[in-house]
């Protein structure tokens, strides 16, 4: 069948385009969600430059609530869902559903509240670096001087 | 008078808010939880199949932080579609206490309170926590009025330390913890009447003394539980074993418990006992209580999860009468399967099915005859539990 030389080099084109177009839209999607690498960051006043997941998961589970130097300690947790926030608690070893069960438990029991929960990870840095004895999580890309970095979470 | 306990409740809630406004404290939070159900229950003993909807419990708490190491909680239940109006269920003050936190080792708590024992008692009536609508059977406040839920499980405590003690990887939990004895507290005790007039004072110079130790390891969590009280609710049958009501006035009771829950994978396993010896020191009256359960539930999703659970329930009765004595045997076997469904974090849907095995063995000494009576029927029931 004949065609138009400028049409059969469009159809052509939209052809290969088809073939084209997923992995545009996987380059364009991916590095968006890719989040590297995530810090654990902490305000500059706490007392200690490490911590361990099992240290995190006290603080987190609000079963430990003072740093060594008897100082309260604040945690805030993500609003969103998505990649950064389950490779933390990934990394504590829960679900975000089981940490929640735990909050729950706490709270109705009258033991604590749950962490605040904030909009953006800006706000995290934000809340930290203003909050005395706090605790959060970013990309480790997007951390500042304004906040201590106490681990980093491989991505997988 | 049918709207003063309105008026009064919404003054008090006025006040707060007043309060509140005036000394600038952080703020009082106000929160609750309740569960509606329908069940199905199928024909026993003399009660026909029926179907019913059921507001099963309303909890409302108020909670305050006093300062940093400070709290103050207060949680008020409503049972069995509540109305003091129709006379309907039950309302209860179930807590109202004081916490001084010092740190995660130690903690003290003064006033009304659920004490710790075992794993569930703490929590036993937070529905949202939990994923049976009817809960393993001597924690069910609901049927409080025909099972003695008490008998088994320290209802009530007025103070207790509590903390853990992390070492390494483990947590080394513990609790003891002051009450009074339950059902003590007669104020007009007859020899010819049973006890049906308490006041809430304990009127003995006894305690109901208790604690729980135990070991967390990540979701490993084991412990063992003991409680020691004393009882004076024999008191009015010693006429009729020739005995003198004294003799009956303090009797020990001891509550044994241990718990153990695990989760691997997407697996979760729970399990209890508890035994009540009641030693009455004399042979013609004995009495003994077991309860065990375990529940084995699998996350489906995260949402969803899916359970199956197993409870027994035994009573031990020897009442030797001078004309009727005899020897009382009964179990309550209940195999449970139930789902529960996160629609979202704050509303939980519920599937329960269980099938109860009851059997009585009456043993009367003289004549020696046997009796044996036993009953077999299914609950069905659906529920939504509200966090709000």
């Known amino acids: 069948m004949f065609m138009p030389l400028q049409s059969r080099y469009s159809f052509r084109q939209r052809n290969r385009m088809k073939g084209i177009f997923p992995i545009l839209l996987f380059l364009s999607i991916w590095p968006a969600g890719a989040f590297g690498q995530v810090a654990v960051i902490a305000n500059p006043s706490v007392p200690v430059d490490t911590i361990t997941n099992n240290e995190l998961l006290d603080f987190y589970s609000r079963d430990i609530r003072l740093w060594n130097n008897n100082k309260p300690v604040t945690v805030f947790d993500l609003k969103p869902k998505g990649e950064v926030k389950e490779a933390f608690y990934a990394f504590l070893g829960k679900s975000t559903s ?23 990870e800006e706000d995290m840095l934000n809340k930290v670096s203003l909050t005395p004895g706090a605790i959060g999580f970013v990309q480790l890309k997007l951390v500042t001087q304004s906040v201590k970095v106490l681990a980093v979470i491989e991505s997988k | ?53 059921s507001l099963q419990q309303l909890n409302f708490f108020l909670q305050k932080d006093l300062g940093r190491n400070w709290t103050a909680l207060v949680n008020f239940e409503f049972l069995n579609n509540f109305s003091s109006s129709r006379q309907w269920g039950d309302a209860n003050l179930e807590e109202a206490w004081l916490r001084y ?43 409080g009025e025909f099972f003695p839920v008490e008998e088994f499980v320290p209802a009530r405590a007025f103070a207790q330390i509590y903390g853990f003690l992390p070492i390494g990887k483990f947590k080394f939990d513990y609790a003891v913890f002051l ?26 110079t006894t305690f109901l003394v208790g604690g729980r130790t135990g070991i967390r390891y990540g979701e490993l969590k084991l412990g063992v539980s003991a409680t ?32 153990f829950s695990y989760g691997f994978g997407n697996f979760w396993f729970e399990s209890e006992f508890i035994l009540v010896d009641i030693k009455t020191g004399i042979p013609e009256l004995d009495l003994n209580l077991e309860f065990y359960y375990a529940t084995l539930g699998y996350y ?45 974090d704050r509303i939980r849907m519920k599937a329960h099915y269980s099938k109860v095995k009851s059997n009585d063995t009456i043993r009367l000494i003289l004549p020696n005859r046997i009796t044996k009576k036993e009953d077999n029927f299914s609950v069905y029931a659906l529920a939504i539990s509200v966090f709000f």
């Open chain 2, 179 to 204: 009450g009074n004895s339950p059902n003590i507290s007669i104020n007009n005790y007859s020899s010819d009447e049973s006890p049906n007039e308490q006041s809430g004072i304990d009127t003995t």
């Open chain 2, 228 to 259: 020691h009280e004393k009882i004076n609710h024999f008191m009015y049958i010693a006429q009729y074993i020739g005995r003198n009501p004294s003799e009956l006035k303090e009797v020990p009771a001891i509550r044994l418990g241990g718990d």
């Open chain 2, 300 to 344: 489906w999703t995260e949402k969803l999860f899916i359970y199956g659970s197993y409870w027994i329930t035994e009573s031990h009765i020897t009442i030797l009468f001078t004309d009727e004595d005899f020897k009382e045997d009964e179990g309550i076997l209940i195999p449970n399967f139930g789902i529960a469904y996160n629609l979202t």
């Open chain 1, 98 to 120: 089981r940490m929640k069960s735990i909050w729950m438990k706490k709270m109705l029991s009258g033991e604590g509240d749950p962490p605040a929960a904030l909009n953006s």
């Open chain 2, 101 to 143: 936190r010092l740190n995660e080792k130690f903690n003290i708590k003064l006033g009304l309170q659920i004490p710790i024992f075992n794993n569930l008692n703490e929590i036993n009536n937070r529905t949202p926590l939990l994923p049976y609508i009817i809960r393993p059977l001597v924690y069910e406040t609901s049927f």
């Open chain 2, 1 to 53: 008078m049918k709207w003063f306990k309105p008026v009064t409740f919404c003054l008090i809630l006025f006040s707060i808010n007043n309060v509140h406004a005036q000394i600038e404290e952080s703020p009082i939070k106000i929160f609750g939880y309740f569960q509606n159900s329908l069940q199905h229950w199928t024909a026993f003993e003399d009660i026909r199949e029926h179907n019913s909807f």
